[in-house]
């Protein structure tokens, strides 16, 4: 097993002129686990993520490695693997120069320039000028550069953007097996769906605060638990289901709060057949959207308390 460190942001908040960018942002990063970072564009995810690594400097509060601000790693490269927002690279030079180069700077041995090339899928291609890669490639390669000292923690700022499927699938697989193996992942998204098959625990924000951290199980089993319910009655069934229907259209009515068996029961109890009743399972992206769109409703939705914001616990949906 390798040792991956814990990462704890303790009230950490980052303005930028009067606005917060970060506020007051408290939560703690496992190893041996993938936990996504999500929140839409503007959130705080890059700032947190340049805060902990000691390129943006926090205005208050504190972000470390097993307690220690990263500045203060003694080898930084082979503890913490990290690729933010799409790297410049010399367009002229080649992956391989480019990693060599960074190797050298770190002390690390030339070889795991190739290792790492290699790892990440780009070693046929070791040789050939950045400048002509696609956008995947350039994913990768700032991916190579992470992987470089075969860190314990990989850090990584949006990396699934501008993949294709393929490269979705090898990327997940990939943070997996590097969680798997006992390293902390730390992997943002402001895409929910992007990362679904990817994390386990999720720190959701928005505005810069903390909307729910707890596993993604827990974030969908309040919202999953809608129900798609029709029947040639409609009115009656209306009647039947009085207080639970939360939509109405085309398809029938989406119920929320009742189990389909209850829905079952009622619908017999009045006297109406149903021509539809769908659990909907999937309701992980609207649960999600609420979150972020911080509507109370979605935080209860959400299987977890909202609770006042000086609690920290798993599972719990802060406002
Ligand atoms: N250097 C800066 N100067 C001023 N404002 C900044 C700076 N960096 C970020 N911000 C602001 O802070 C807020 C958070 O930005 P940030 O880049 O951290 O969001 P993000 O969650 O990474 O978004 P995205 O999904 O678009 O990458 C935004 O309102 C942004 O405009
Ligand atoms: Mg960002």
Not at 83 to 106: C, I, K, N, T
Not at 217 to 224: C, D, E, K, P, R
Not at 246 to 260: H, N
């Amino acid at each position: 097993m390798v040792s991956g460190a814990v990462i704890e942001f303790s009230h950490l908040t980052k303005r930028f002129g009067g606005v917060a960018a970060v506020d007051d942002l408290s939560f703690r990063v496992e190893p041996g686990v993938v936990t996504g970072f999500l929140g839409p564009n503007g959130a705080g995810k890059t700032t947190t993520l340049r805060s902990l690594l000691g390129l943006v400097r926090p205005t208050s509060g504190s972000a470390t490695f097993d307690g220690r601000p990263y500045a203060q790693l003694a080898d930084p490269l082979r503890v913490v693997g990290t690729a933010l927002e799409a790297s410049s690279f010399h367009a002229g030079r080649s992956a391989r120069d480019h990693l060599r180069v960074a190797a050298a700077a770190a002390g690390l041995p030339l070889a795991s320039a190739d290792a790492a090339l290699v790892k990440v899928g780009l070693d046929s291609v070791a040789r050939r000028r950045v400048g002509g890669f696609s956008l995947g490639m350039r994913q990768r390669l700032g991916l190579a550069f992470a992987l470089l000292g075969d860190p314990g923690v990989l850090v990584l700022d949006e990396p699934i953007n501008g993949l294709d499927p393929e490269g979705i699938r090898w990327i997940r697989e990939l943070l997996r097996a590097y969680a798997a193996e006992g390293r902390t992942v730390l992997v943002s998204s402001h895409l929910l769906s992007e990362v679904q098959q990817t994390v386990d625990r999720a720190v959701v924000i928005a505005r810069g605060r903390i909307v729910y951290q707890g596993d993604l199980a827990a974030m969908s089993a309040g919202g999953g638990a809608r129900v798609r319910v029709d029947a040639a009655d409609r009115p009656a069934l209306g009647a039947a289901l009085a207080g639970a229907v939360v939509a109405a259209g085309a398809d029938g009515f989406v119920v929320t709060g009742l189990e389909p068996g209850e829905i079952g029961l009622r619908a017999h109890r009045a006297g109406v057949p149903l021509t539809l009743l769908a659990p909907e399972r999937d309701g992980l992206e609207d649960v999600f959207l609420h979150l972020v769109g911080a509507d109370p409703a979605a935080a209860h939705a959400a299987g977890g308390d909202a609770v006042g914001p000086s609690a920290h616990g798993p599972g719990e949906v802060r406002r």
